[in-house]
């Protein structure tokens, strides 16, 4: 059950670099801008409702404008849309599975027609920069395309061993209402990701976007009713995670929580959703998808231009605010020197400003409270290590970070070990390859890493050892594909759930083995 049905491809980049896709681009920006400050509301057992308290989304890049204006939903609206994804779920789930494939292949389409819409969305809301958005809904579009043909795949009964006498068969059915907590550095590609993936395979959802982006969030809820899901198969909540988030996992009627961003909340998510209520009839399913500590060793066999490109990438690619960004640079001591002056020359070149205007490299963090963090972690870095790059914010109005680089760390400091979730790279010496994969794997997370080495036998030992659930060799630690790079990690990132891949569509779905004893 490896082959992909249908003949899956990944989505094409948009080329800015084309005047007439730069001029579109610029359009899209206007457009979208030209929304800027409207009201968005909840959609419950295929109502639209409004609260008295609201709350507003920004743009991090100019906190002063406003992109959209949201509904505070209260713990009562969680346990109704909780309630209503579970009454129409015998009704979605009798659904014929080549139905919801084919709304799902619709509504990737409808995203790659309005591609650029999202893109200016994503930078506006989530402050990505124009090849980060463009990136985002390309991930998006693919998640549509790949879990629709893996569930043609499902739809069919698994083959199994036919007994003398027998008829048997395995088949899959769905699980029920479950709860979509996405983040708010991929609000679109991994939202798409996890909704769709639930929905396909015949459960219905509630959706619990990020406070950050529920603009982008509500967007792609019209667009799945564009795409013909009806209007009861999934739940539309904003609001407080604080106020809310406790109430839908919780709710005896939750069959199932995905969930991705920090460890603490996802840790949290697992033990609420571990404990029987009252009436609950199943043990609840939890796909978490948690943080990093992403490291890339450089070895001295290494492509030194090579190497220093991919840490730079990794590391500061939108801001450095993903969980598989490389934040720790473990450097051979025989070129430690040279790549650090090579990488530290590269990133004070690097632009830093608003995410709509091309030319930046760097847009802003996503909001005030996550630029005091990162700062603080650098003034605990600068204790810690010698500060060689950035470490101020730059003047504006934005949530502005310059890209920072802390060189000499050791493996027990706390930049080396915490999660910063910003633009910020501790690079660490080791003595030789073995010590960079003991340094690589002295951590509580495994999601991503990435080894830079000519050396075959050193390529077989990281294969071996580095301990992660996605390894690079002589690339970059972050971009992983849709069908080509499973994604998912070890220890406190996660559930390893690998997202798209062959075997995710399984998180969402329970195996029925029925035999017919011949007569």
Request: aromatic share 10%; charged share 25%; net charge negative.
């Amino acid at each position: 059950m490896s082959e992909v049905p249908g003949g899956f491809k990944n989505e094409a980049y948009t080329d800015f670099a084309v005047p007439e896709n730069r001029k579109a681009m610029e359009a899209a920006l206007a457009a979208v801008r030209a929304q800027f400050g409207r009201e968005y509301e909840l959609l419950i057992a295929g109502s639209r409702l409004k609260t008295e308290e609201k709350f507003r989304s920004l743009n991090p890049s100019r906190p002063s404008e406003v992109i959209g204006v949201h509904q505070k939903a209260t713990p009562e609206l969680a346990g109704m849309a909780v309630d209503a994804a579970y009454s129409f779920f015998p009704e979605w789930s009798g659904t014929p599975a080549a139905r919801r494939v084919e709304m799902l292949l619709t509504a990737a389409d409808l995203l790659r027609r309005r591609k650029l819409e999202f893109d200016a969305w994503l930078v506006f809301e989530a402050g990505k920069t124009w090849p980060e958005a463009e990136a985002d809904v390309a991930e998006a579009i693919d998640f549509c395309e790949y879990y629709a043909r893996q569930m043609l795949r499902f739809a069919a009964p698994a083959p199994v061993v036919q007994l003398p006498g027998e008829s048997t068969r395995m088949v899959y059915l769905p699980l029920g209402a479950g709860i979509i907590i996405p983040p708010w550095n991929f609000p679109l590609a991994i939202l798409v990701g996890m909704t769709t993936a639930a929905l396909v395979a015949g459960n219905t959802v509630v959706i619990k976007p990020s406070s950050d982006t529920p603009t982008i969030a509500a967007k792609f809820a019209g667009l799945l009713l564009e795409a013909g899901f009806p209007d009861r198969s999934f739940c539309f909540l904003t609001g407080s995670g604080a106020a809310v988030g406790d109430v839908l996992v919780e709710h005896p009627k939750t069959r199932f929580v995905s969930f991705t961003g920090s460890r603490d909340v996802g840790l949290r998510i697992n033990e609420l959703a571990a404990k029987p209520q009252k009436g609950q009839v199943w043990i609840k399913r939890v796909v978490a998808e948690m943080g990093g500590k992403d490291a890339i060793i450089v070895d001295e066999e290494a492509d030194l231009d090579s190497a220093v490109d991919g840490v730079l990438a990794s590391a500061f690619g939108y801001q450095g605010q993903k969980c598989s960004a490389c934040s720790r640079a473990i450097v051979s001591e025989k070129l430690y020197d040279e790549f650090l002056e090579r990488l530290t020359a590269k990133v004070e070149k690097l632009k830093v400003g608003p995410a709509d205007e091309p030319d930046n490299y760097m847009g802003p963090v996503i909001n005030q409270r996550a630029k005091e963090s990162i700062l603080s972690y650098i003034e605990k870095g600068k204790q810690e290590g010698r500060l060689v790059a950035g470490g101020e914010s730059p003047p504006g109005e934005g949530y502005f970070i310059r890209p920072t680089v802390i060189a000499g760390v050791e493996s027990k400091a706390t930049i080396f070990q915490e999660e910063i979730f910003g633009p910020v790279l501790a690079v660490t010496r080791a003595k030789d390859f073995d010590h960079a994969l003991e340094l690589a794997n002295d951590s509580e997370y495994g999601l991503t890493g990435a080894v830079y080495t000519r050396n075959p036998e050193k390529i077989e030992k990281a294969r071996d050892r580095f301990f992660v659930g996605n390894l690079y060799i002589n690339r970059k630690c972050t971009g992983a594909m849709v069908g080509a790079h499973p994604f998912g990690g070890f220890n406190m990132s996660g559930t390893d759930s690998k997202a798209g891949g062959p075997d995710y569509l399984l998180q969402f779905l329970q195996a029925k083995s029925i035999a017919e004893k011949q007569i």
